[in-house]
């Protein structure tokens, strides 16, 4: 089985960081990509942000303000936050698609943090 545990959630005013961070841990053989996604009240979960191969793709809204990294020794990802907007405010989720140590490609989520942004 996997875990994957994310902190750094939190109320901020607008234009204040914050900086998320999940540790996946559990029977993981290697991992192919991790990221974050955000569902606001009312809407669908969307794409913020994902790192794979060192490479980093991020949703339009995010651009310049957000940046993803990922420490592989850890098998932990991150998602600095910076010039935050109330529309920002979402519950934070971590995913993972990786490799079980049984052979198995599989895809967990974290249970979420709550950014709460401020006007």
């Known amino acids: 089985q996997v875990q994957l545990v994310e902190s750094g959630g939190g109320l901020v005013q607008a234009g204040g960081s914050l900086r998320l961070s999940c540790a996946a841990s559990g029977s993981i053989f290697s991992i192919n990509a991790m990221g974050w996604y955000r569902q606001a009240p009312g809407k669908q979960r969307e794409l913020v942000a994902t790192t794979s191969g060192g490479r980093t793709n991020y949703a339009d809204p995010v651009k310049g303000r957000f940046t993803v990294s990922r420490d592989n020794a850890k098998n932990t990802v991150y998602l600095q936050m910076n010039s935050l907007k109330p529309e920002d405010t979402a519950v934070y989720y971590c995913?993972?698609?990786?490799?079980?140590?049984?052979?198995?490609?599989?895809?967990?989520w974290g249970q979420g943090t709550q950014v709460t942004v401020s006007s």
């Open positions: 995913n993972a698609d990786l490799y079980t140590n049984r052979g198995t490609r599989e895809n967990y």
